[in-house]
């Protein structure tokens, strides 16, 4: 294994992860065209319907039945971070704020002390085929900002496009920098109490794409601060003299490194911060310091339903015609500008 890799390991939907990251899913599904009900228009039979998480499978239902995807469900002391960079997913939360976004869009949420919300799949077209593709990332919450108020933010892909970085030994590369501050170019965190506020944590998270027999390099970092790029598309990489399949994740050394991409054109999701340092217990959709915590979470849920649903079902989505919206709890209502 290369000097500069510190641990590889095989990319399987659930991903390993560093503090402060937590969790880090990649779906990938090519759902048909949509029916009525802007569910896939397929057979569904032999499905485990509610629970359909077979990787054999083009596409998955996930937890839910008409529409795929993830109905009602709570989270509290961490953040969600997805970034969709093909179809679409709707969002409606305890708070009574919901959206619609895809395409290159992001969506920040902080759980906090604790919110209720569903992330549901449409698919919009009855015409053509609607494939998914996205990453979710579960960033942590030190113990001090576990209790603070709920957050959820927008984040439009006309504000956070692909950016070309050049690399004069091996050509441009391009990046998706959706928090951090890399290449000398830095896109703020629109969470007030996330850890990627905070400098100290120096928290990085981007996508690059690499075209074939080009390259991409990455700046070397302070000592302390951990980084994991996943290699989730092309065909095989070198480093250091390694050759490096797609499909593998690698846990990186502070070091710059130079990556020399082979015959196919590469895509790569970055993950990087500083660890916090802190006790980890989580159980399902809570992550706190102890398991008392966890246990008090259980109980809080259980009376409080942590705020209560609006929502008159628990897997609610948009009609069909709406576009990408935002829709926040005091009214105010958000669409991209484009040029189109």
Same mark, same amino acid.
């Given at each position: 294994?290369?000097?500069?890799?510190?641990?590889?390991?095989?990319?399987?939907?659930?991903?390993?992860?560093?503090?402060?990251?937590?969790?880090?899913?990649?779906?990938?599904?090519?759902?048909?065209?949509?029916?009525?009900?802007?569910?896939?228009?397929?057979?569904?039979?032999?499905?485990?319907?509610?629970?359909?998480?077979?990787?054999?499978?083009?596409?998955?239902?996930?937890?839910?039945?008409?529409?795929?995807?993830?109905?009602?469900?709570?989270?509290?002391?961490?953040?969600?971070?997805?970034?969709?960079?093909?179809?679409?997913?709707?969002?409606?939360?305890?708070?009574?704020?919901?959206?619609?976004?895809?395409?290159?869009?992001?969506?920040?949420?902080?759980?906090?002390?604790?919110?209720?919300?569903?992330?549901?799949?449409?698919?919009?077209?009855?015409?053509?085929?609607?494939?998914?593709?996205?990453?979710? !990332?579960?960033? &942590?919450?030190? +113990?001090? /900002? =576990? %209790?603070? $108020?709920?957050?959820?933010?927008?984040?439009?892909?006309?504000?956070?496009?692909?950016?070309?970085?050049?690399?004069?030994?091996?050509?441009?590369?391009?990046?998706?920098?959706?928090?951090?501050?890399?290449?000398?170019?830095?896109?703020?965190?629109?969470?007030?109490?996330?850890?990627?506020?905070?400098?100290?944590?120096?928290?990085?998270?981007?996508?690059?794409?690499?075209?074939?027999?080009?390259?991409?390099?990455?700046?070397?970092?302070?000592?302390?601060?951990?980084?994991?790029?996943?290699?989730?598309?092309?065909?095989?990489?070198?480093?250091?003299?390694?050759?490096?399949?797609?499909?593998?994740?690698?846990?990186?050394?502070?070091?710059?490194? !130079?990556?020399? &991409?082979?015959? +196919?054109? /590469? =895509? %790569?999701? $970055?993950?990087?911060?500083?660890?916090?340092?802190?006790?980890?217990?989580?159980?399902?959709?809570?992550?706190?310091?102890?398991?008392?915590?966890?246990?008090?979470?259980?109980?809080?849920?259980?009376?409080?339903?942590?705020?209560?649903?609006?929502?008159?079902?628990?897997?609610?989505?948009?009609?069909?015609?709406?576009?990408?919206?935002?829709?926040?709890?005091?009214?105010?209502?958000?669409?991209?500008?484009?040029?189109?």
């Amino acid at each position: 294994m290369s000097d500069y890799i510190k641990q590889a390991f095989e990319l399987v939907f659930h991903f390993k992860t560093q503090d402060p990251f937590l969790f880090l899913a990649h779906h990938r599904d090519l759902y048909p065209k949509g029916n009525d009900k802007m569910g896939p228009d397929a057979s569904l039979e032999g499905r485990e319907m509610g629970n359909d998480f077979d990787l054999n499978n083009d596409f998955k239902m996930y937890h839910g039945h008409d529409v795929p995807g993830f109905p009602e469900h709570p989270h509290r002391g961490f953040e969600t971070v997805t970034i969709v960079l093909e179809g679409f997913v709707d969002h409606f939360d305890s708070f009574g704020a919901s959206g619609r976004y895809g395409q290159g869009d992001i969506q920040w949420m902080t759980a906090g002390r604790g919110m209720q919300h569903c992330e549901m799949f449409p698919c919009v077209y009855d015409d053509k085929p609607n494939p998914l593709e996205l990453f979710q !990332v579960w960033l &942590n919450l030190p +113990k001090k /900002s =576990k %209790f603070v $108020l709920p957050y959820y933010e927008m984040m439009w892909s006309e504000d956070y496009p692909f950016e070309e970085i050049p690399f004069p030994e091996e050509g441009a590369f391009k990046m998706k920098l959706i928090s951090g501050e890399l290449y000398g170019k830095r896109n703020i965190c629109p969470a007030p109490d996330s850890l990627a506020s905070d400098d100290a944590f120096q928290v990085a998270i981007a996508i690059f794409e690499v075209p074939e027999n080009g390259g991409l390099y990455l700046e070397a970092l302070p000592e302390g601060v951990e980084r994991t790029l996943y290699y989730y598309q092309g065909d095989t990489i070198t480093l250091a003299g390694e050759t490096v399949k797609s499909g593998m994740g690698l846990m990186l050394t502070q070091d710059k490194i !130079v990556i020399k &991409n082979g015959n +196919k054109a /590469s =895509k %790569f999701l $970055l993950l990087q911060g500083r660890p916090i340092g802190e006790p980890v217990v989580s159980y399902g959709p809570f992550v706190m310091n102890t398991k008392r915590e966890i246990e008090e979470a259980y109980r809080d849920y259980q009376v409080t339903q942590f705020g209560g649903w609006p929502w008159k079902r628990p897997d609610p989505v948009y009609k069909r015609e709406e576009g990408r919206i935002a829709q926040y709890p005091d009214g105010k209502i958000i669409k991209p500008v484009t040029t189109e």
